[in-house]
């Protein structure tokens, strides 16, 4: 197994790390950082495919981890932001 | 019944996981090398990019259209965030102390300079418009806790507004000058690119900042 | 020219947002115009269409694999039209409804987010651009819901954005494990070049467990009664008309694309005994229903269920031609009817203050215009002719027939007895005892007459879609998807 493989195994393992989080946590924090977690396994993943073997860097995954980054910091912000709205209307 | 499923529920989820895990990871050991169609394309078409650095000619020249739609997404994350009206306490500046200042003064305008930097290396090095405009957000924020900035409503909207809409008017200017949607013309492509990403700088900097300020600016307060 | 339409359908929106964020006074009639603008784009390509056939656009001039493609056809122009045609009754039904309160001021610019991503998603031909569309229309959609402000609103929103982002995440992995295994994100490179390959088969399972949760088929819909029924009227008919379809047409391109003809016959029944269980239970849930929007929400649960009955139907060769056919009405039938009925409903609410079924008979006999809207997209919902959803039950119905699939054929008349029976619940609310004197109702909240006729207008082309249907049946052929 290669490094890239390695990485490409860390990253399926955050991947399911994290939806098992959101699934059996239950305070929103503990959630949201699942579905964090969740997504850096993905990028983790996008990003390995990125890695030949003695050619330059495919630029099109990082391409896609930037954006998907994006997206998920402007996910958690709103869900962030959800949690404090509910957690103040009571 | 129901205390049972709650004590299986870890259990079944733990090997759920586990078997999605592996499921995935066969898949990706198993598969060869891709022949990388769309790598070999983006760094044979990096001359006519107009940028150097490969990374910053995917976001945006040859898949310019998702990084606009990325925009879209940051400030539609600001609308949403307003729409919820969290009745937040106003932000306390924090207490001047002498550390405190002399960080301000002089991280404050390194702050600015690095992200202008980042914005200006992007064209041939890692860097670029969301880089840039995350560092300037921090600075902004630096400000803002420091209790030195205060916008008003006009100036943060128009502030997260201009990066998309410079980007979407270039966008649908295009096809008068090249006869295609976000297709820059060969010579000038760089400079479009660079003016695209300085309203996206100002606009991230400006979404992130308001992010965390999570009020709406100029709204009373019953 | 091709251009122009297409761009047309996703810059007008867009622009739209941001001026209405700058400047929310200008609300009056920039949405308005936008939805307006977008509808020109969709008719500007459906004569393309006709006349010269499928199209391909290639973003920034740089075409596959390299670059994002656009592609239009049948089900590209059918859906398009479907968002223009919905929204645009809508559009001037949320002028009525938000007037000038503040959450109003918001409802804008997300709503014409919302519009700009879905009419990007439905143009797109590339993995990972649907990917982002499906971010922008999934947080766009929950930000709507929390506009109420209510806590069973913020509840339902948080429930409906973990889904979300869970079923995104789904999609993306599948995109990775794709990509690393081809180098390619490009459908139409994808369609020639991928084989049947444990990485494939995964790769499918996870984005269309990905998009069956954003689709809400049961038992995947868990999110969407409380998120449809809770929200404000405008948005839950946005929501339950556009939204849901987003995600779901990205299954059918993947469908006739990506999955391989070794598929085994099970996964379409699983598919399709799924959807009649979302059929029997999301009808059951109307009929015991206590508020008027939870039983819409759960008869669009019902409706999803039709959806994926396509899938095994479209196994069956001669027939799928049908089944597609009938998929597609049924989505764009679905769109204006139920659209109409959460504008009905919304006037009732408005009018009343609330909407549980059991006292809201004075309000509905109040309303009349609003409930013969009501009753005109129940019409359409139980297949009844002559509306849109008669015809797309006619097309299903001859494919499941044809191809013997008898199973499908209860499944489909028991669907529609079932809804007849939570339809007709609200409808008598219009109707007192004979003899009775008309009880002294509470006092009514007065209903913009703009309401009240947006809804009419848009039941009332759910009735024209099933009179006038030959021109689009027409269209919708020109350059159908065919699994290769």
Known sequence: MTVTDFYALVGVALFVMGLSALILRKRDLQRILGLNIMGTGVFMVLVTSALGQGQPADPVPHAMVLTGIVVAVSATAFALALSLARERHK | ?222 | MTLWWSTLCVAAPLLAAVLLFIRPKWMAGIALVAVTLVLVGALGLASVLHDSGPQFIAIGGWGAPLGIGWRIDGLTVTMLLMAGIVGWPVTLYAHGYFGGAAAGRHFWPLWMLLLTALCSLFLSNDLFNWYVTLELLGLSAVALVTLSGKKAALDAAQRYLYTGLVGSLFYLMGVALIYNDYGVLDLAVLREVTEPSLALWVALGLMAFGLLVKSALFPLHFWLPAAHGSAPAPVSAILSALVVKGAFYILLRLWFDLVPATLPDAVSLILGGLGAGAIIWGSLQAIRATRLKMLVAYSTVAQLGYLALFFPLSESGQWGDAALTGLVYFMFAHGCAKGAMFLAAGNLQRAAGHDDLVSLAPTAQALPVSMFAFAIGGVSIMGLPPSGGFIAKWSLLNAAIGSGGWIWVAVMIAGGLLSAGYIFRVLSLSFSESGDEPEPGPELVPVAKSSEWASLLLASIALLLGLNALPMLDLLSIGLPRAG
């Open chain 2, 1 to 222: 019944m129901p205390r049972l499923i709650e004590r299986c529920l870890p259990v079944l989820a733990g090997a759920g996981a586990i078997a999605l895990g592996a499921l995935i990871a066969a898949a990706l050991l198993r598969t060869p090398e891709n022949d990388g169609a769309m790598a070999r394309a983006a760094l044979e078409a990096l001359p006519d990019s107009g940028v150097g650095n490969p990374v910053t000619a995917v976001l945006l020249n040859f898949r310019a259209f998702d990084t606009l739609l990325e925009v879209a997404v940051l400030l539609l994350t600001l609308v949403a965030v307003w729409a919820l009206d969290l009745r937040l306490p106003r932000t306390e500046a924090l207490p001047a102390s002498p550390v405190f200042s002399s960080l301000l003064r002089i991280s404050g305008p390194l702050l600015v300079v690095i992200a202008g930097y980042l914005l200006w290396v992007g064209a041939s090095e890692p860097g670029g418009a969301f880089q840039a405009g995350a560092v300037l957000a921090g600075g902004c924020l630096l400000l803002r806790l420091a209790g030195r900035w205060n916008p008003g409503a006009g100036f943060v909207r128009w502030a997260a507004s201009v990066g998309l809409l410079v980007f979407l008017l270039t966008a649908i200017a295009m096809p008068a000058l090249t006869g295609g949607l976000l297709q820059y013309p060969h010579a000038s492509a760089g400079m479009w690119i660079l003016l695209i990403e300085t309203a996206a700088t100002v606009s991230i900097a400006a979404i992130l900042t308001a992010l965390f300020v999570a009020r709406e600016p100029g709204e009373t307060r019953p």
